[in-house]
């Protein structure tokens, strides 16, 4: 079992920036793919950014270029580093590991926090 709390979100005025974390309780963080997601309100769930165990990073193009995403093995904790934040971008923001093993899927989701781009 994997615990993720994510923190460091808020309200941040457009073209700021904000970075978001998330610890992870697992004593093998290291070995996980780690992913940000993000929901806003009467929309789906979508995939913002992903971390490998290797280091890899994919983005979706809506954040390309803005949001950077990376990990801290040492500490069990992903981050997602967000600039030139915009309206578009408010969302409450996931955190997510998962791993597949022997065709078996172990994926586990933090309670998300809220981030709010307005002046």
């Known amino acids: 079992q994997v615990q993720l709390v994510e923190s460091g979100g808020g309200l941040v005025q457009p073209g700021g920036s904000l970075r978001l974390s998330c610890a992870a309780s697992?004593?093998?963080?290291?070995?996980?793919?780690m992913g940000w997601y993000r929901q806003a309100p009467g929309k789906e769930r979508e995939l913002v950014a992903v971390?490998?165990?290797?280091?890899?990073?994919n983005y979706a193009d809506s954040v390309k270029g803005r949001f950077t995403i990376s990990r801290d093995n040492a500490k069990n904790t992903v981050y997602l580093q967000m600039n030139s934040l915009k309206p578009e971008d408010t969302a409450v923001y996931f955190c997510?590991?998962?791993?597949?093993?022997?065709?078996?899927?172990?994926?586990?989701w933090g309670h998300g926090t809220q981030v709010t781009v307005a002046s």
């Open positions: 997510n590991a998962g791993r597949v093993v022997f065709g078996l899927k172990y994926n586990y």
């Open positions: 971390i490998t165990s290797g280091g890899s990073t």
């Open positions: 697992t004593s093998i963080f290291s070995i996980y793919a």
